[in-house]
């Protein structure tokens, strides 16, 4: 009798525990964060394009590509893919980021030293600069050229000969640099930043070099109608004159339109 009060019990204290813990979990829902950015369209991208720049003018996308033997640079219409204009460069050099600063297009290359200009209307070579180190990323705010190398370290370039007036470097509010700046974008006054080898923005104070905020987007790997391999990284990062954000990657087949809240 003594065995089956202690199962009864048991079983009281059990169904107890059940509705306590189911109770539990109703109190601890918590309502999932805004996303901090909404997807809006989807375009078609090369997906032979080893991208390494991206930037508008209007509603004309120019894409740097990178790659020894296959680097280009790409005017063109991203809402159809009509291509305006294109180069090839040559095959010793690796392309890297681009930026437009006063109708010339900047291109830079990964491990030559060269930063190549072009007319933005013909794409014609205009010249080029000379610069240490390797080239990754380039924008432009009203006055200068900024371009990353891969460290922490932003540097801010005269347009006209490609000179440093100043250097920033990248760190968190810890104080932490923040290494492996890529592909840029200067957006309302703040410098967009991929990293490399993640699906992370940052968003830089360019007077501090503070990052502001981080914004994941491996969602967009999921988004789009074909296949993102985990090691083709974002690397395209482009702003519309609507104001929204256009963001592709290396041998992505998609480029996706989001605003970033
Ligand atoms: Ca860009």
Known sequence: MKFINYIFLSIIVISL???NDNNSNTDTIETPPEPEYTLKNIYSHNASYFTQGFEFVGDTLIEGTGKNYSSKLIKYNCTNEDIYAQISLDNIYFGEGITVFDSVIYQLTYTS???????????????EFSYSGEGWGLTHDDQHIIMSNGSSILSFRDPINFNII??????????????????????NDKIYANIW??????????????????????????????TIYSSNVLNGIALHPNGNIFITGKYWPNIFEIKIK
């Not at 030293?113 to 010249?127: A, E, N, V």
């Not at 470097?169 to 290494?179: C, Q």
């Open 113 to 127: 030293g060269k930063c190549f200009k072009y007319s933005l209307d013909s794409l014609k070579l205009l010249g």
């Open 17 to 19: 525990y059940a509705c």
């Open 166 to 187: 100043k250097q920033v470097s990248v760190k968190d509010s810890n104080d932490y640099s923040i290494s492996y700046l890529n592909e840029l974008e200067y957006v």
């Open 197 to 226: 080898q993640s699906d992370d923005i940052v968003i830089i104070d360019p007077e501090t070099g503070i990052v502001e905020k981080r914004i994941n987007l491996s969602d967009l790997r999921s988004a789009g109608d074909g």
